[in-house]
């Protein structure tokens, strides 16, 4: 049972690049998310998907787009990067419980736009 | 809107005094509550909830955190600090669906 799993660990972009972050779970939750992680502004949500086919926008969804085409999987994509997109990004997931779901963490994607 | 506010974004302890790590939230209703860990380089885990069952919770690695409706705080504590602690710590509320998360505050534990 690996949990959530994240490819790559980490990446180097040139601004205007492009480049799709995976996200990969084995507990077969139904919600997952990506956030990213600036010093000093803890996570901010980027998009969020409560099932296999759904997406919808969080906090900061400017800039990036996701498909959730298996439920086990949460693609993140970045079409055009630039630098304000540098950050460690974290995908997690969660399953439906009552409402105070757990959110499980992948190791987080540190990514360099250059 | 809710919010969280997290006071300090350093703290910084002895090993073997008390860790308090303070969390203050803004919610129209009553909410849930969540401390998380994260470790360098690491993701975040959870440490504890506040589910409305009990006001004091008790998390993992001896932490734990009290519910006050009347302060709207859910505070961190734990009775004795060790190196192994050394880490930042964020505080979350929950609004449909969607994590409301603190600035974090990390943890020095001093030798």
């Known amino acids: 049972n690996a949990g959530v799993t994240q490819t790559p660990k980490f990446r180097v972009l040139k601004t205007g690049q492009s480049m799709t972050l995976l996200c990969a779970q084995d507990?077969?939750?139904?919600?997952m998310y990506w956030y990213r992680q600036d010093p000093g502004m803890g996570l901010r949500l980027i998009h969020y998907s409560v099932g296999e086919g759904t997406t919808a926008k969080g906090e900061v969804p400017d800039g990036y787009n996701v498909s959730r085409l298996k439920k086990q999987n949460f693609l993140l994509g970045l079409e055009s990067a630039a630098p304000s997109q540098t950050s460690v990004y974290f995908c997690?997931?969660?399953?439906?419980?009552?409402?105070?779901?757990?959110?499980?963490f992948g190791p987080g994607t540190r990514l360099l736009v250059l | 809107a809710q919010s969280v506010t997290q006071l300090g974004s350093h703290v910084s302890v002895s090993e073997g005094a008390l860790v308090l790590l303070r969390c203050n939230y803004s919610?129209?209703?009553?909410?849930?509550l969540f401390w998380y860990v994260q470790y360098p380089n690491q993701g975040l885990q959870l440490l504890l909830k506040y589910t409305s069952a009990a006001t004091l919770v008790k998390g993992i690695n001896g932490f734990e955190a009290e519910f006050k409706k009347s302060e709207t705080s859910f505070h961190l504590t734990k009775p004795s600090a060790h190196m192994s602690d050394a880490a930042e710590y964020f505080c979350?509320?929950?609004?449909?669906?969607?994590?409301?998360w603190g600035a974090g505050t990390k943890l020095i534990i001093k030798p």
């Open positions: 997690a997931s969660s399953y439906p419980t009552s409402g105070a779901e757990t959110q499980y």
């Open positions: 919610s129209s209703v009553p909410p849930y």
């Open positions: 979350a509320v929950l609004r449909n669906y969607q994590l409301i």
């Open positions: 507990m077969n939750h139904e919600y």
